[in-house]
């Protein structure tokens, strides 16, 4: 079989290592700059890959290496909210990452401690099995399990969180005027 060449991956996974890098960061360049240095660490090593999902594999891992590293960086401080500026951080092939529902789990998403994401993103997103994620991430198949299930625990009750103050929100309105006009006349003086 013969090696990828640099040029092959990086049309392959450059968006699908963006995509996860936008989820950890919320920013968009420091994302583009996670992935090539990804990228460029892999030029580096000269490391060779048995298929395109060994490669797919690695880069992920190291995306979320280099994520994690991110996180720990004094560069961190100038971090921008992803659900502000979604439509201009996500790649043109976003991957439906743009309509409304896959927004608002998105933004869900970034309530979640890092590996509870990862998981779910790998699993829901990239439609890895348990014990794929598990060999990427270098944890037990039981570990990467217990994760996704915490990991929908949670990410389900900050979106009944979110929907309740949003109930409560229309709620309000409607209270103070801001609900339909048209059912506050009944009450007009006719009977």
């Not at 990467?144 to 109930?167: F, H, I, M, P, Y």
Request: net charge negative; aromatic share 8%.
């Amino acid at each position: 079989m013969e090696p990828f060449s640099l040029e092959e991956l990086m049309l392959r996974h450059y968006n699908t290592l963006l995509r996860l890098a936008i989820q950890h960061t919320g920013n968009r360049a420091e994302a583009e700059d996670i992935v090539q240095d990804t990228f460029l660490k892999l030029l580096e090593s000269g490391k060779t890959f048995r298929d395109d999902e060994h490669a797919k594999a690695f880069l992920i891992r190291s995306a979320i290496n280099r994520c994690k590293d991110y996180q720990k960086s004094a560069r961190r401080t100038r971090n921008v909210a992803l659900s502000d500026t979604a439509e201009h951080l996500l790649p043109a092939d976003s991957g439906g990452f743009t309509d409304e529902i896959t927004q608002t789990i998105l933004d869900a998403m970034q309530q979640l401690r890092p590996d509870f994401r990862n998981v779910i993103y790998l699993y829901y997103y990239e439609e890895y099995s348990i014990r794929e994620i598990a060999a990427i991430l270098h944890k037990s198949s039981n570990t990467v399990s217990s994760w996704l299930t915490r990991a929908k625990n949670q990410l389900k009750g900050v979106l009944q969180n979110e929907q309740n103050d949003l109930s409560k929100s229309n709620a309000a309105d409607f209270r103070t005027g801001g609900g339909n006009p048209h059912e506050n006349t009944a009450d007009s003086g006719s009977v």
